[in-house]
């Protein structure tokens, strides 16, 4: 019997320390960074691309709420929706800025492929303070479907003592087509 009950302590006491580590958020269950999982080899020929697309989705790293707590650190997840039922939707470039418009970090090295209704998130950690409260992602997205329409949010959750909140942001297309004609002022 006092055997029995030992290794019972024994295993909540090992069991508690486990769920106490950190555990990256962004590793796929193989263990390997999720976004490195979905990598393509072989790049889409340009001429088979009829979608493509620059997104800008804002990141608040933290927020302001008060006098007495001026800065409060959030953890943020960028998601990636192929909304499409046929087409895959092809992502070459997600990178994270800064308050500043400085580049923090590239997530991606590769083209990362999302398969029909397939979705990618990555989570920003709350310890992570480098993008600040203006922080942003841009994501390069392509197609070989001209009618695909991905969607990208944003989704930002923070707690306060015994209170948590949060709140979403969408991503929207800052692509242009036209070029422009005239010189723009840096004054």
């Keep these: 019997m006092k055997n029995t009950i030992k290794i ?14 950190d555990q990256n958020p962004n590793l796929n269950d193989s263990g390997e960074d999720e976004l490195k999982s979905l990598e393509v080899e072989n790049v889409l020929d340009k001429e088979l691309i009829h979608y493509n697309d620059i997104i800008y989705v804002p990141i608040y790293s933290d927020i302001y709420l008060d006098n007495t707590n001026p800065e409060h650190l959030m953890t943020a997840t960028v998601s ?48 992570d303070k480098s993008g600040g409260s203006g922080a942003n992602f841009i994501i390069e997205l392509s197609s070989k479907s001209a009618t695909i329409k991905p969607l990208i949010q944003a989704i930002m959750i923070g707690q306060l003592n015994n209170k948590s909140f949060s709140f979403s942001t969408d991503g929207y297309s800052i692509k242009t087509n036209k070029p422009v004609t005239k010189p723009v002022s840096t004054k």
């Design 8 to 21: 019972l302590i024994f295993c909540f006491v090992i069991g508690s320390l486990h769920s106490c580590l």
């Design 80 to 127: 990636i929706r192929n909304t499409s039922f046929n087409d895959t939707l092809y992502v070459s470039k997600i990178d994270y800025y800064n308050t500043e418009g400085s580049l923090v970090r590239n997530y991606i090295d590769k083209t990362i492929r999302l398969n029909p209704m397939g979705t990618v998130n990555y989570v920003i950690e709350k310890e």
